[in-house]
């Protein structure tokens, strides 16, 4: 999936074949990056897991913006 076109994760759909059966036909974070490393969801369906992928980096760079305004914030000229 790309998120302004920037790679953030690699979706797949588990098949019949994964060995957990009420797995089957889900979707997988098989890879995450940037704001998703590491994070190995699974979802019901594409949707849920574009939504929480979309959510989870809204989050993760407002999060990331704010910090570094507090940053700037806190560096006060002699």
């Given at each position: 999936?790309?998120?302004?076109?920037?790679?953030?994760?690699?979706?797949?759909?588990?098949?019949?074949?994964?060995?957990?059966?009420?797995?089957?036909?889900?979707?997988?974070?098989?890879?995450?990056?940037?704001?998703?490393?590491?994070?190995?969801?699974?979802?019901?369906?594409?949707?849920?897991?574009?939504?929480?992928?979309r959510q989870t980096?809204?989050?993760?760079?407002?999060?990331?913006?704010?910090?570094?305004?507090?940053?700037?914030?806190?560096?006060?000229?002699?």
């Amino acid at each position: 999936m790309l998120v302004d076109g920037k790679l953030i994760a690699v979706l797949v759909r588990l098949s019949d074949e994964y060995p957990q059966s009420e797995l089957h036909g889900q979707w997988f974070v098989e890879a995450g990056f940037g704001p998703i490393f590491q994070k190995h969801e699974v979802f019901s369906t594409l949707e849920d897991a574009v939504a929480w992928i979309r959510q989870t980096v809204e989050f993760r760079t407002r999060w990331r913006a704010d910090a570094e305004q507090a940053t700037l914030g806190s560096r006060r000229p002699r």
